[in-house]
């Protein structure tokens, strides 16, 4: 699967970028018909530790999922984005049969 990664107001290192990626392409397992996804990762400036925001839209045929998530580091926000992303994908694909 095609994802593209966009950073906002800061510069994403490599690892974080490959993690992404794996743990996106794990949704193809569910749902074989996805067609591209955009990840968006913003960092806003709070005292809040729950700074890191997650954002994740999959385009799938006629339609498209989207999932924001808010958290302490880009990789729990990938791991719980990716949780509600399959159970989406799952249940489309329950309606599609």
Known sequence: ????????????????????????????MYYDKVIQSEVYLKVENRSNKLNKIFEAKINVPGDSL?????????????????????RQLEKRKQKLK
């Open 66 to 86: 989207i999932v924001k998530k808010q958290c302490k580091s880009f990789e729990e926000g990938v791991d719980t984005a990716v949780a509600s992303l399959r």
């Open 1 to 28: 699967m095609k994802v593209n990664t966009q950073a906002v107001n800061f510069n994403a290192d490599q690892k974080l970028l490959d993690f992404i990626q794996k743990r996106m392409n794990k949704l193809e």
